[in-house]
Nanobody, 128 residues
Framework: QAQLVESVGGLVESGGSLRLSCVVS????????IGWFRRAPGKEREGVSC????????YYADSVKGRFTISRDNAKNTAYLEMNSLKPEDTAEYYC?????????????????????WGKGALVTVSS
């Protein structure tokens, strides 16, 4: 059974850092792109960042560019989202997702479509 499990989020002060991990089981991350998404209270889901499989391509939403870094370790079947210089507006439920590279061929424009597997989310709260 395919599962994506995000690490526990947390409460962070404004300007602080937090790293989320996404551990995948039930399938190999080979040939899958990884995406991180978030949903803030009262808002629609937003694509935060994506990373291709072996092509090194990444995507970042303008709101997180220069502050967040996405990475993956296929050997560990795990993806990461390093979040620095956090702001109160980053407060949201964060989700990781995976989609086949046959559907999401180039993540440089995002990966909002084609995600097949989703985690249950991790709450990140940034205090001002």
């Amino acid at each position: 059974q395919a599962q994506l499990v995000e690490s526990v989020g947390g409460l962070v002060e404004s300007g602080g850092s937090l790293r989320l991990s996404c551990v995948v089981s039930g399938f190999s991350l080979d040939y899958y792109v990884i995406g991180w998404f978030r949903r803030a209270p009262g808002k629609e889901r937003e694509g935060v960042s994506c990373i291709g499989d072996r092509d090194g391509r990444t995507y970042y939403a303008d709101s997180v560019k220069g502050r967040f870094t996405i990475s993956r370790d296929n050997a560990k079947n795990t993806a990461y989202l390093e979040m620095n210089s956090l702001k109160p507006e980053d407060t949201a439920e964060y989700y990781c997702a995976a989609g086949s590279i046959t559907i999401v061929r180039d993540v440089r424009n995002g990966c909002d479509y084609g995600m097949t597997y989703w985690g249950k989310g991790a709450l990140v709260t940034v205090s001002s």
